[in-house]
Nanobody
């Protein structure tokens, strides 16, 4: 089971750190992805981290602003979001898979957590 948390309301240029906590399975053997969905929009890939080697991947629109990391001892993946913009407003959710390829695709993931709302005011 996955649970995302840490969302909230922040001003443009501010920061938030989201957490994705896992329970009930060996977390270290799962790649984790973050996706987001804005109102009226399709869900889109944000970032991922592979379980095997920690390799990360980012969507172009968050490169240099967002950082994904994991703490396997705490069964948690973090998404540090800096320099937030109003267009980052969305529901952010995390997902897990045993795969290490095509992690930008929703279909790669086996488990999804509940989302957390991020709102960036202008």
């Amino acid at each position: 089971q996955l649970q995302a948390s840490g969302g909230g309301l922040v001003q443009t240029g501010g920061s938030l750190r989201l957490s994705c906590a896992a329970s009930g399975r060996p977390f270290s053997s799962y790649s984790i992805g973050w996706f987001r969905q804005a109102p009226g929009e399709e869900r889109e890939f944000v970032t991922s981290i592979r379980w095997s080697d920690g390799i990360t991947d980012y969507a172009d629109f968050v490169k240099g602003r967002f950082t994904i990391s994991r703490d396997n001892a705490k069964n948690t993946v973090y998404l540090q979001m800096d320099s937030l913009k109003p267009e980052d407003t969305a529901i952010y959710c995390c997902a897990a898979t045993t795969r290490t390829w095509r992690l930008q695709q929703e279909e790669a993931y086996d488990f999804w957590g509940q989302g957390t709302q991020v709102t960036v005011s202008s």
